[in-house]
Every structure is written in C-alpha cells, then in structure tokens.
C-alpha cells in the first residue's frame, strides 16, 4: 500500500474541513451548537444541502425541547408567561422567523442558543395585556 505524505494528508484534511465552507454546506461542527450562529445555520441549511434532513430535523428537535422545558416551568400558579404564540403558527413559521430575527442580529452569532431564543420569543410575540384586577 502506498503511503501518503504528510503534506498530503494536510491537504485533504484542509480540504474536507473547507469544503463545506466553500459549498454553502452546513458544517459538522453546526450540529455541536455552541452558539446562537450554529443553530441558525442548521435551521437556515437548504433542501440541496446533503445534510438538510438531519439538520432540519436537528433544528426543529432544539426548538421543542426548548418549548417542552419553557412549558414544563410555567405551570406555577403564580407563572406569568414572558411570549405568547400565535395559534396559527406552524413550527416551520416560528423558525424561519428565529432565522430571520437571528440573522438580523449578528451581535448574538455567539450568545447561547438558550439566550438568543428568549431574546426572540419575548421581542417578536408579546401577550396580549391583561386587564386590570379589580381593587378590593
């Protein structure tokens, strides 16, 4: 077997860690998400990329354990919500307008994903104000 020499190993490495970067392809070290611009990429990743479905499905998967832990903390009696979705959204909708939302925003590319979301839900879906409760 022939052996291959050390600068090109070095080129092929730096090829395969480039190429993604040089295609527009979402990188292997997306799926890590360290931070808010990771996950923006994995959501914004489109159909023609080879891995569209798993980052697709990897950016949906974050947004509900995101809404199932948010859901799972607000049932005290005392809990007043900080965002209120639009019934008529779709996950896909929410999303999109995560991406759009974070896009507009490079300031937070390295804020936690955590952070970021809050930031979103609580600037883009205000509650409706309640009403006053009556003085006794």
């Known amino acids: 077997m022939k052996r291959i020499s050390r600068v090109h190993r070095v080129s092929l490495l730096m090829t ?31 159909p023609s990329d080879p891995n569209y479905v ?14 199932r832990y948010y859901e799972a903390i607000s049932v005290g009696k005392d ?22 939302y974070s896009k507009a925003r490079p300031e937070y590319d390295r804020e936690a994903v955590g952070n970021v979301m809050i930031k979103f839900l609580t600037d883009t879906f205000h509650c409706p104000a309640s009403p006053a409760a009556p003085k006794s």
């Open 16 to 46: 395969l860690f480039l190429l993604p970067m040089a295609t527009g392809a979402v990188a292997p070290a997306n799926f890590e998400v360290r931070y808010n611009a990771d996950l923006v990429a994995l959501c914004a990743t489109p």
């Open 54 to 67: 798993a980052a697709i499905h990897f950016c949906h998967g974050v947004a509900v354990g995101f809404a």
């Open 79 to 100: 809990f007043r919500s900080m965002f209120c979705l639009p019934k008529t959204m779709t996950r896909n909708d929410i999303m999109a307008e995560y991406v759009a």
